[in-house]
């Protein structure tokens, strides 16, 4: 085991700083390293089913990472496009290759129905991290792409509680066992004690969970919350096991669980760091799992099938496009984007065969399918973006040779945000050397004659370009918090003398912002929020200058206390107690001010008989 854990790490440190350099980005880098040390390529990892056992814990570990980001405020935001994007996508795809597999090969409908349910599903792993890791998940496209994403991770429930309704009648005879505890259960006693643990699961992780959490936080020791984490997935992938149903989903459902936690943020960043690592072993697993004996052997079939899968799910995607009123590039970006098989189907294909829905060969090649979609959906994106996105400006931006270097201000991402302090620093005669990872936006303030640079500002090469050994000021005005945290580290790990500003989304970003060192930021909404409440405060019949008074109090008050709780933050019970602390303090200090204003008001009438009455 420990030297298939070091063939998988070393390939990967070998093919993905190649793939990023050669711009075909960090996935299809993992999945040519998987294709390399193989079993039919240099053989480095065994045979295939220890290649798929890797596949599988990759899969488990990262459906609890998406589960984990699924909370219902964000469903509820994106309802109708889950619904009725991912609605549409799911059910035409699955209909469209269920018919087509029923006419061109002969096969029994219930074979062809679970193949159009496979197939109809799209790669969540390899899509949502290309799109964000260019920058597009933002975008009208990458959106509409997430929705139907996540409808496609929910339907997975039905689509596996559905399958055993599919299979043979003689099927049963010939099921291996697996060590499902309702195995001799009928088909629908099997689906409704699959809904009932769900169910349980989902009550008992809502309502133990919370009160476990809190015990463990008083503990005050960070690394207990990351084994609890692994404990609470290991026991209900375990279970879903033990029910005949894919751990994988198990873990999702975790995820979900834990998504309504108030402790869900402290999880998240405790296990981000091992996202990206999982992830890289489950591509590799994905391009190791390539059976290149079979496709020498029937290599016209299966390219075949596998352009006819890209195309017929390219076109579902295209015509629900131009339903939903997608301009022409987003249109493109959203068909290439799901075209391509999902990571699910390896873990439907492995329950249907078992069900004997589909035979051996079947099987293999279907497996070969989608693992070659797989593969190409990152090379579809890399041509989308070299010849639909960049014209001949932006890609020179891409080269840390055409930046245009400054040494007075380098500003990271020119949104409206970034936008307001450029035109102020340039108003004061400052020169600004600016850097942003959307081609879209580039293209939109270039028309107004303002020249900006495309990069990743993340990449120490492109700031070291853009002038930061001799800049003054490095102002990140980026929309991501990960991102803008990124930025900080590269720039205090290679410019140390840089001074930085930074724009923080929100309060918790502002703690993790104190935490690494940088005193010097603004929250995007926090002065525009306090600005309103003071013109409340005039209509509401105070006086300006009180109204205006309070605004300074609570803003100087509230920015000293956010350098005191960044100290505690991540100690839920700590953190609590010191938020209802602060929250007393200040309303004992603007009710001492208000009566000290009242006080001076009367004073003042009392010694000026002629001012107006208020």
Same mark, same amino acid.
């Given at each position: 085991?420990?030297?298939?854990?070091?063939?998988?790490?070393?390939?990967?440190?070998?093919?993905?700083?190649?793939?990023?350099r050669?711009?075909?980005?960090?996935?299809?880098?993992?999945?040519?390293?998987?294709?390399?040390?193989?079993?039919f390529?240099?053989?480095?990892?065994?045979?295939q089913?220890?290649?798929?056992?890797?596949?599988?814990?990759?899969?488990?570990?990262?459906?609890?990472?998406?589960?984990?980001e699924?909370?219902?405020?964000r469903?509820?935001k994106?309802?109708?496009?889950?619904?009725?994007?991912g609605?549409?996508?799911?059910?035409?795809?699955?209909?469209?290759?269920?018919?087509?597999?029923?006419?061109?090969?002969?096969?029994?409908?219930?074979? @062809?129905l679970?193949? *159009?349910?496979? %197939? /109809?599903? =799209?790669?969540?792993?390899?899509? +949502?991290? #290309?799109?964000? &890791?260019?920058?597009?998940?933002?975008?009208?496209?990458?959106?509409?792409?997430?929705?139907?994403?996540?409808?496609?991770?929910?339907a997975?429930i039905?689509?596996?509680?559905?399958?055993?309704?599919l299979?043979?009648?003689?099927?049963?005879?010939?099921?291996?066992?697996?060590?499902?505890?309702?195995?001799?259960?009928?088909?629908?006693?099997?689906v409704?004690?699959s809904?009932?643990?769900i169910?349980?699961?989902?009550?008992v992780?809502?309502?133990?969970?919370?009160?476990?959490?809190?015990?463990?936080?008083?503990?005050?020791?960070?690394?207990?919350?990351t084994?609890?984490?692994?404990?609470?997935v290991?026991?209900?992938?375990?279970?879903?096991?033990?029910?005949?149903?894919?751990?994988?989903?198990? @873990?999702?459902?975790a *995820?979900?669980? %834990? /998504?309504? =936690?108030?402790?869900r943020?402290? +999880?998240? #960043?405790?296990i &981000?760091p091992?996202?990206g690592?999982?992830?890289?072993l489950?591509?590799?697993?994905?391009?190791?799992?390539?059976?290149f004996?079979?496709?020498?052997e029937?290599?016209?079939?299966?390219?075949g099938?596998?352009?006819?899968?890209?195309?017929?799910?390219?076109l579902?995607?295209?015509?629900?496009?131009?339903?939903?009123?997608l301009?022409?590039?987003?249109?493109?970006?959203?068909?290439?984007?799901?075209?391509?098989g999902?990571?699910?189907?390896?873990?439907?294909?492995?329950?249907?065969?078992?069900?004997?829905?589909?035979?051996?060969?079947?099987?293999?090649?279907?497996?070969?399918?989608?693992?070659?979609?797989?593969?190409?959906a990152?090379?579809?994106?890399?041509i989308?973006?070299?010849?639909?996105?960049?014209?001949k400006?932006?890609?020179?931006?891409?080269?840390?040779?055409?930046?245009?270097?400054?040494d007075?201000v380098?500003?990271?991402?020119?949104?409206?945000?970034?936008?307001?302090?450029?035109?102020?620093l340039?108003?004061?005669?400052?020169h600004?050397?600016i850097?942003d990872?959307?081609?879209?936006?580039?293209d939109?303030?270039?028309?107004?004659?303002i020249?900006?640079?495309?990069?990743?500002?993340?990449?120490?090469?492109?700031?070291?370009?853009?002038?930061?050994?001799e800049?003054?000021?490095?102002?990140?005005?980026?929309?991501?918090?990960?991102?803008?945290?990124?930025?900080?580290?590269?720039?205090?790990?290679?410019?140390?003398?840089?001074?930085?500003?930074?724009?923080?989304?929100?309060?918790?970003?502002?703690?993790?912002?104190?935490?690494?060192?940088v005193?010097?930021?603004?929250?995007?909404?926090?002065?525009?929020?306090?600005?309103l409440?003071?013109?409340?405060?005039?209509?509401?019949?105070e006086s300006?200058?009180?109204?205006e008074?309070?605004?300074?109090?609570?803003?100087?008050?509230?920015?000293?206390?956010?350098?005191?709780?960044?100290?505690?933050?991540g100690d839920?019970?700590?953190?609590?107690?010191a938020v209802?602390?602060?929250?007393?303090?200040l309303?004992?200090?603007?009710?001492?001010?208000?009566l000290?204003?009242?006080?001076?008001?009367?004073?003042?009438?009392?010694?000026?008989?002629?001012?107006?009455?208020?």
């Amino acid at each position: 085991m420990l030297e298939i854990v070091v063939i998988y790490l070393a390939a990967a440190l070998a093919a993905v700083p190649i793939a990023k350099r050669l711009g075909l980005g960090s996935v299809l880098g993992y999945l040519l390293a998987g294709i390399l040390i193989g079993p039919f390529a240099l053989g480095l990892v065994g045979d295939q089913s220890e290649v798929l056992h890797f596949a599988e814990f990759g899969v488990v570990m990262m459906l609890f990472l998406i589960g984990l980001e699924l909370q219902p405020s964000r469903l509820w935001k994106l309802r109708h496009s889950i619904v009725i994007q991912g609605g549409l996508q799911v059910g035409l795809s699955t209909l469209l290759i269920w018919g087509a597999c029923y006419l061109l090969f002969d096969m029994h409908w219930q074979t @062809t129905l679970a193949l *159009g349910l496979m %197939l /109809a599903l =799209s790669s969540t792993a390899i899509v +949502l991290q #290309t799109l964000t &890791e260019k920058g597009w998940i933002k975008q009208p496209a990458g959106q509409n792409t997430f929705s139907i994403l996540l409808f496609q991770d929910i339907a997975v429930i039905p689509i596996l509680a559905l399958l055993p309704l599919l299979a043979f009648s003689d099927a049963s005879s010939s099921v291996n066992s697996h060590g499902s505890l309702i195995e001799d259960f009928p088909a629908w006693g099997q689906v409704a004690v699959s809904v009932l643990v769900i169910s349980g699961i989902y009550f008992v992780g809502k309502y133990v969970s919370t009160p476990l959490f809190r015990y463990i936080a008083e503990t005050r020791l960070r690394e207990i919350f990351t084994v609890f984490t692994l404990f609470l997935v290991v026991s209900i992938a375990l279970i879903m096991q033990k029910i005949g149903l894919s751990p994988a989903l198990g @873990t999702f459902l975790a *995820g979900v669980v %834990l /998504a309504e =936690s108030e402790f869900r943020h402290e +999880l998240e #960043t405790d296990i &981000e760091p091992f996202k990206g690592l999982l992830l890289g072993l489950f591509f590799i697993a994905v391009g190791a799992s390539i059976d290149f004996q079979l496709l020498s052997e029937q290599f016209l079939l299966i390219m075949g099938l596998v352009i006819g899968l890209i195309v017929l799910k390219g076109l579902v995607l295209y015509g629900i496009a131009l339903l939903f009123k997608l301009k022409s590039k987003q249109k493109i970006l959203f068909s290439l984007a799901l075209a391509q098989g999902g990571e699910f189907a390896f873990v439907l294909i492995s329950l249907t065969g078992t069900l004997n829905i589909l035979t051996a060969e079947e099987s293999k090649i279907t497996t070969l399918v989608v693992a070659i979609s797989m593969l190409f959906a990152p090379v579809l994106l890399m041509i989308y973006e070299h010849l639909l996105l960049k014209d001949k400006h932006t890609a020179a931006y891409d080269d840390p040779e055409h930046l245009e270097s400054t040494d007075h201000v380098i500003i990271v991402g020119y949104g409206r945000f970034g936008q307001v302090v450029g035109r102020l620093l340039t108003a004061q005669g400052y020169h600004l050397s600016i850097l942003d990872h959307s081609p879209a936006q580039i293209d939109l303030v270039r028309r107004f004659g303002i020249k900006v640079f495309y990069g990743d500002a993340a990449r120490g090469d492109l700031l070291k370009s853009a002038g930061a050994d001799e800049a003054k000021l490095l102002v990140i005005a980026v929309d991501e918090a990960e991102k803008s945290l990124q930025i900080i580290d590269i720039a205090q790990k290679h410019f140390p003398n840089l001074k930085i500003v930074v724009r923080a989304i929100d309060r918790t970003h502002a703690y993790r912002i104190i935490q690494k060192g940088v005193h010097t930021f603004r929250r995007e909404s926090f002065d525009s929020a306090v600005n309103l409440g003071v013109d409340a405060l005039k209509l509401l019949g105070e006086s300006p200058s009180f109204a205006e008074k309070a605004g300074d109090l609570f803003k100087k008050y509230d920015e000293s206390a956010l350098e005191e709780l960044a100290n505690v933050w991540g100690d839920d019970k700590h953190y609590g107690a010191a938020v209802r602390q602060h929250l007393a303090d200040l309303k004992q200090v603007l009710d001492n001010d208000k009566l000290q204003n009242q006080n001076q008001y009367q004073e003042e009438e009392q010694q000026s008989p002629h001012n107006d009455q208020k």
